[in-house]
């Protein structure tokens, strides 16, 4: 997933590239000419276009891509300072699909690329149940400005996700999980349809062991917030198909105390919900990371954690490989993790989703 950045500025540039750090492969470039002569061979996803980019600006730039076959379908997000009726106007008459007004908060840059590479998968959340749109669309909202949180060192807004969870436990309770992990299977946006996959299967679970709100709700906001630290380690290494260097391992394993301390910015948050981040890599017998616990050092909150953040890694499709199917991953968890799960969780766990048909 490749996004070409076209911009005069370098620190704007570099500003760019480290947003989408941990969501796309990113090229920047100074000039329309020095992209055109390396992004001509590889497959783009979206383009950024910079008003002022050299030589005759980004609006005739724009123009050119729109009446020819270079970029064909490639959509392209036009950026540049002042008015913003102005620069809306130019980048609709130049054929952009959008425009970003500098500055603009990484929330938006995200969302704005996004939207433009999942507006098929995103299109069909329309016709969804209400429960189950508003759960999408108010989770992908908040789960987004989760990157703001990362980058400017702000808390999180816990109201507005425990309002962004409220239609996903409704949804879950009206048993309208399957058509959220539909929704979300063929998203680009791996970390958000993994963490909203996690917030959905732990309501779900919640609502099997006899929880109720608040506790459903503090479970969905734990998946949505368990993996934040993630916005900080780089695409090629969360989505890289070779076994990683084992300073990779170590970069990806920091994604758990990044977590923790972007959570940590927060006073408000209960402390459950971060035992969900802190806790849902670690393994019964002490394999797990990053403190190694073990056994009864273990709540019955992380061993749930664990088993919901294994089953959806497996059953989410990645650049390298396609999705587990959800009987081949529970056949791995427990014939493969019978020391590390907690296998009468576990077997709660498989008997809910037969019974729920997932
Ligand atoms: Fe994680
Ligand atoms: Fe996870």
Request: glycine share 8%; aromatic share 6%; with cysteine.
């Amino acid at each position: 997933m490749l996004v070409g950045v076209i911009d005069a500025n370098e620190s704007h540039r570099r500003q760019v590239a480290q947003a989408l750090v941990s969501f796309y492969q990113v090229a920047t470039y100074s000039t329309a000419a020095d992209a055109v002569a390396d992004l001509g061979k590889r497959p783009l996803c979206a383009l950024l276009v910079d008003q002022s980019a050299p030589p005759r600006g980004g609006g005739d730039f724009v123009r050119l891509i729109r009446s020819g076959n270079l970029f064909a379908g490639v959509p392209i997000v036009f950026t540049g300072t002042g008015d913003e009726n102005t620069l809306r106007h130019q980048a609709a008459e130049c054929g952009a699909d959008c425009f970003l007004a500098k500055p603009f908060r990484r929330s938006l840059l995200i969302r704005a690329i996004s939207q433009q590479i999942n507006k098929t998968v995103e299109k069909k959340w329309e016709a969804l149940p209400a429960a189950s749109r508003r759960a999408l669309v108010g989770t992908m909202d908040v789960y987004n400005s989760f990157s703001d949180v990362v980058e400017k060192g702000e808390p999180v807004a816990y109201a507005q996700v425990l309002s962004a969870c409220g239609p996903l436990v409704e949804a879950v309770g009206m048993q309208e999980h399957k058509e959220i992990l539909a929704s979300i299977r063929s998203h680009d946006n791996y970390s958000y349809a993994h963490s909203l996959g996690t917030a959905t299967l732990l309501v779900l679970f919640g609502y099997a062991i006899g929880l109720k709100d608040p506790d459903l709700s503090l479970l969905g906001s734990g998946g949505l917030l368990h993996d934040i630290g993630k916005m900080s380690i780089p695409y090629d290494v969360l989505n890289k198909a070779d076994p990683l260097t084992p300073e990779e391992l170590t970069l990806v394993k920091s994604h758990v105390p990044l977590t923790l301390q972007f959570l940590g910015q927060s006073a408000e948050l209960p402390k459950n919900l971060l035992v969900i981040a802190a806790e849902h890599h670690e393994r019964l017998d002490g394999s797990g990371y990053p403190r190694g616990l073990k056994g009864s050092e273990l709540n019955e909150l992380s061993r749930m954690a664990a088993i919901v953040d294994v089953f959806c890694a497996m059953s989410e499709r990645r650049v390298y490989r396609p999705a587990i199917s959800a009987e081949a991953a529970l056949s791995i968890m427990v014939e493969g993790m019978s020391s590390q799960l907690d296998q009468t969780l576990l077997a709660l766990f498989r008997e809910m989703l037969l019974d729920t048909g997932r």
